[in-house]
């Protein structure tokens, strides 16, 4: 019954090689996020998206994209990982934002080779 | 800028004594403050949230505008509250996104 899934639980990929990581939600909640954490680190927003609109954080390297195709998918891509980039990624969503709770997914363990 | 500081990575204490985990934020308006926390081997979930009032599993946290903090607190530990919590704040927008301290992790021995 886990409302927001991420897929892989872990995934493996080699410097520069491009990588992508998914989120689905049934929740039919109208913003999805993106958090990047890395080892011993605060959650930290990449991006999100409030229905079709994209929000990017000032600080996101551009080397991250992000695509939401429809309601229920979120996609981050990683055009072309390095080291720095190894960390966990958390997807959540909320229903219309606001000061609601986040729902989180159980997140994909990156590792960069 | 806005920040949310832990400043304990690891707070051990034994079964029935308080707990008091510190959380302060730095933030130029009227913040939302949210404790979530992160059971072992689960998910990130919401403790709660300080315009709720609330107690939830016994912790309750109070917003003190004056000292810029929002500490958790519960008056007996129990074994299973060792956990990962996070306190986070969010930002007057309708976006939702949070700003999360580093966490802080609760061990309750027996």
């Known amino acids: 019954d886990a409302m927001v899934i991420q897929n892989p639980r872990y995934q493996v990929t080699q410097f520069g090689k491009p990588v992508t990581l998914s989120c689905s939600q049934t929740l039919n909640h109208n913003v999805m996020y993106w958090y990047q954490q890395k080892s011993s680190q605060a959650p930290k927003l990449l991006f999100h998206?409030?229905?079709?609109?994209?929000?990017n954080e000032a600080d996101t390297p551009d080397n991250f994209q992000s695509r939401r195709p429809n309601t229920s998918f979120c996609f981050l891509d990683i055009r072309s990982p390095g080291l720095g980039d190894a960390a966990m990624y958390l997807c959540a969503t909320s229903r219309s934002g606001g000061n609601e709770k986040l729902f989180f997914g159980s997140g994909t363990q990156l590792s960069v080779l | 800028a806005q920040r949310v500081t832990q400043p304990e990575k690891l707070l051990s204490v034994f079964k029935g004594a308080p707990v008091e985990l510190k959380c302060n934020y730095s933030y130029s308006g009227s913040p939302e403050l949210f404790w979530y926390v992160q059971y072992s081997r689960q998910r990130l979930q919401l403790l709660l949230r300080h315009i709720s009032r609330e107690s939830i599993k016994g912790f309750t946290a109070d917003l003190n505008k004056g000292e810029t903090s929002f500490h958790l607190k519960k008056p007996f530990a129990q074994e299973e509250d060792s956990a990962m919590y996070y306190c986070?704040?969010?930002?007057?927008?309708?976006?939702?996104?949070?700003?999360f301290g580093q966490g802080t992790t609760l061990q309750v021995k027996p």
């Open positions: 986070a704040l969010s930002e007057k927008s309708n976006t939702g996104k949070l700003i």
């Open positions: 998206y409030y229905d079709k609109d994209f929000n």
